[in-house]
């Protein structure tokens, strides 16, 4: 399976991976080596923590390469009023009675509890492309689906709380 990231993406995978390898690695070998000096490594907490965190930092650089590795580069070649990347959609949902703010954004960046959903998502998929005032039907199984219509579109970028999810 393909990860479909952004130019953008792409190069903020590829900092985090250059500051974990130059900056946090040497950093955690020196707290493993202070750990191990302190003496009898089998109740050595330290040593655990301190091997434990060099373990998940090497994790996440094989985590980014792969994904980087693996990814097909997407474009945004939506105009200004239809659903796109990085664009902030405010959507009626008929069969709650309620409006919802979504910011559509590549998987690597996807929070929905920050009101950021996938491009790959059923709701991301659904919506891209359309403009204010389509009713969209959003598929997420065979037996459910549900009606949205799109109140506004808002262009917007990346901002800080848009950061790389972890694993």
Do not use: W
């Amino acid at each position: 399976m393909h990860n479909e990231l952004t130019k953008k993406d792409i190069e903020d995978m590829q900092a985090e991976i250059d500051n974990r390898k130059i900056n946090i690695r040497k950093e955690l070998l020196e707290d493993v080596k202070e750990a191990r000096a302190q003496g009898d490594l089998s109740e050595n907490f330290e040593y655990y923590a301190a091997k434990r965190a060099k373990n998940q930092n090497e994790s996440r650089i094989r985590f980014l390469e792969r994904m980087i590795k693996t990814a097909k580069i997407i474009d945004d070649d939506s105009s200004d009023d239809q659903v796109g990347m990085n664009k902030t959609v405010t959507v009626y949902v008929e069969e709650d009675d309620v409006e919802e703010v979504y910011k559509i954004v590549t998987t690597i960046r996807a929070d929905s509890l920050k009101g950021t959903i996938s491009v790959e998502s059923p709701l991301g998929k659904a919506l891209m492309g359309h403009k204010v005032g389509d009713r969209v039907n959003i598929v997420i199984s065979k037996d459910y689906n549900y009606d949205v219509i799109i109140k506004k579109i808002e262009n917007t970028e990346l901002t800080d709380d848009d950061k790389l999810r972890d694993f």
